[in-house]
């Protein structure tokens, strides 16, 4: 039977935790690391939603890609948000494993997940950050070539419709689509390493106004298309991966969990 600490080393093969960036708090989090583990579920975050719809099917461990603990925490009660998760997380026996920055810069994690759900070809790193243990490249942002697309309107229809967005933010710079940059979640300050790798598009999210006015002064696409959208293309990429690693546990995915916000 594979416990909670098996899970976390495989996961570490894969996107070691040693590479998150300064500010993360990724990691085992939660629970007790030789509780074993027969039923797990992946989410992008930890809500209390998730963890009722966790504590109905039985899991004995969330698998996330945002921590549920990113700040140093004072106290934790019923009067606050992560409090009340970190308590139901404890009352329900459920650990949790979350993947951050780390499982954004490895090979395979979000942002080859978001490239190739967006269907680039020719996928480079967009910023090299280092090598990891084992000798590979990491780093955050993808950069490949797609064709069709005439104008950014054609696209970003394409980019709403293939991750599920509510809706998007736009600075069309006029450029027919063919060389684009991703990054999932935040990444509008890598526009400037987007525009020295020669790229005309530049798909992420969380997009400051002035980061808008930037890509319009450096004439380039920006589509700010939502930070859930733009992230939870790693939940499959993460199902996979822990079924193929421990084909002895049921491995879910959240089916409650979806974008906070709505668009009118």
Avoid at 3 to 12: A, H, N, P, Q
Avoid at 85 to 100: D, R, S
Avoid at 130 to 154: C, F, H, K, Q
Wanted: proline share 3%; glycine share 8%; with cysteine.
């Amino acid at each position: 039977m594979a416990k909670v600490i098996d899970i976390y080393r495989y996961l570490d093969t894969l996107a070691p935790f040693s590479l998150q960036m300064s500010f993360d708090n990724a990691g085992f989090l939660v629970g007790r690391e030789e509780a074993e583990v027969n039923r797990l579920m992946v989410s992008l975050d930890i809500t209390e939603e998730v963890i009722q719809e966790a504590r109905e099917a039985e899991c004995q461990l969330l698998v996330t890609h945002h921590p549920i603990i990113f700040h140093p925490a004072r106290s934790i009660t019923d009067t606050d948000p992560t409090g009340r998760c970190l308590l139901a997380l404890a009352e329900n026996g459920i650990a949790a494993i979350c993947a951050h920055t780390n499982l954004d810069a490895v090979a395979g994690g979000v942002n080859d997940a978001l490239a190739e759900r967006l269907g680039l070809s020719d996928i480079q790193q967009l910023h090299q950050d280092g090598l990891d243990p084992a000798g590979r490249p990491y780093g955050i942002g993808r950069v490949g070539t797609v064709e069709g697309y005439a104008n950014l309107s054609r696209f970003a229809l394409f980019v709403r419709e293939t991750l599920g967005a509510y809706g998007l933010r736009l600075e069309d710079a006029g450029r027919p689509v063919q060389k684009v940059a991703v990054g999932g979640g935040a990444c509008g300050d890598m526009l400037e390493d987007v525009v020295a790798l020669g790229c005309d598009t530049f798909v992420t999210a969380d997009v400051k106004y002035n980061v808008f006015l930037d890509a319009r002064a450096m004439n380039i696409n920006l589509i700010d298309a939502g930070h859930f959208s733009t992230e939870n293309v790693v939940c499959p990429v993460l199902e996979k991966w822990l079924r193929e690693g421990f084909p002895e546990v049921e491995v879910l995915r959240s089916r409650r969990h979806k974008e906070v916000f709505s668009c009118l």
